[in-house]
């Protein structure tokens, strides 16, 4: 029997860990959402919550941004071949850093929280709203506004994209021992960091503790697929010269059609949601444009997959 490989291994645990935890979380989710806002600290809450970019004091977000800023620049320096080589090298760990975020902060949060729709504690504990579990369909739809639904927590995914930091350093095995250890302490601090924004956002009854825990599990999923098996980042750096045989801008085109099949699926989702809760309704519209979108940009985006996966096999270096 053919052993898994440590990254498919890794996967599966934390596949295994989600499922329990998403089975155990509804019996006591609102407890312990409850009794973290008994506990709440005001500073703590306030800093996790807050960011320069919305024009308030430095704050838990803003340490993420300015990295990510700081990877996009690396990114189409690189990419047009300029700035230090230092980009040019590290161009597919660069790539896979923004495409791994727009997939995960972007795509998986906005597409389950519109679909999903999850009501706030805030709004439930205001309002009187019914409580509805991570895995239901919660009362809120688009229409009343994009940031409207709880599941999963957006803060705690943002705070968790330190993570790819960490697949950057420690995720290629031909790095140096000292490189990759250095990547191993930044991944904990990222679960650290992710772990302490699910807290806060908990205790300010922006979210159920649930929406930031299984948040995690989802994203850090994402990102290990994103750089095992989609962008195949270690394979990708045994063959520099694989990138001149790549359309430039491979990663941020492949993002972006990411963002408009996302943006399709979930257009096509809401108007069924639509359909079975509501009956005949406006929403209905969605189901062919998300169809149209899904299918157009989706097809646009594997066209463009299958080239970059062609040519990283054309000499061999991808084994599968």
Not at 109 to 128: D, L, T
Request: with cysteine; net charge positive.
């Amino acid at each position: 029997m053919k052993r898994l490989s440590p990254a498919n291994l890794l996967f599966f645990y934390l596949l295994l860990l989600f499922i329990i935890l998403g089975v155990l979380f509804p019996a006591y989710d609102h407890d312990l959402t409850m009794r973290l806002r008994q506990l709440a600290n005001p500073e703590f809450t306030g800093f996790m919550g807050r960011t320069l970019f919305q024009g308030d004091l430095p704050g838990g977000g803003d340490l993420v941004i300015f990295g990510m800023l700081l990877a996009v620049i690396g990114y189409l320096s690189g990419s047009f071949g300029r700035g230090p080589k230092l980009f040019r090298r590290w161009l597919p760990s660069l790539g896979f850093a923004l495409f791994g975020a727009i997939v995960s902060a972007l795509c998986l949060v906005h597409g389950i929280k519109w679909v999903v729709g999850r009501a706030r504690p805030s709004v439930v504990v205001s309002k009187g709203l019914a409580y509805t579990d991570w895995y239901q369909l919660g009362p809120h739809y688009i229409t009343e506004g994009i940031y409207r639904g709880s599941f999963p927590s957006g803060h705690t995914l943002a705070a968790l994209l330190i993570l790819l930091g960490a697949y950057v350093l420690a995720g290629d095995r031909s790095h140096s021992l000292r490189l990759r250890a250095i990547g191993w302490g930044i991944g904990v601090l990222a679960l650290g960091y992710a772990g302490g924004m699910s807290v806060a956002r908990a205790m300010s009854l922006a979210h159920w503790l649930s929406d930031g825990i299984l948040g995690i599990l989802l994203g850090w999923m994402v990102m290990h697929a994103c750089y095992f098996w989609i962008l195949k980042v270690p394979q990708q750096n045994r063959r520099p010269e694989l990138r001149e045989t790549l359309p430039l801008l491979f990663e941020l085109r492949l993002g972006l059609l990411a963002i408009l099949t996302t943006f399709g699926v979930t257009c096509f989702l809401l108007g069924l949601r639509g359909f079975f809760l509501l009956g005949v309704h406006p929403l209905l519209l969605l189901v062919p444009f998300g169809v149209g979108v899904g299918f157009w940009s989706g097809r646009k985006g594997l066209h463009l997959y299958r080239f970059f996966n062609n040519q990283l096999k054309a000499d061999g270096t991808d084994p599968h």
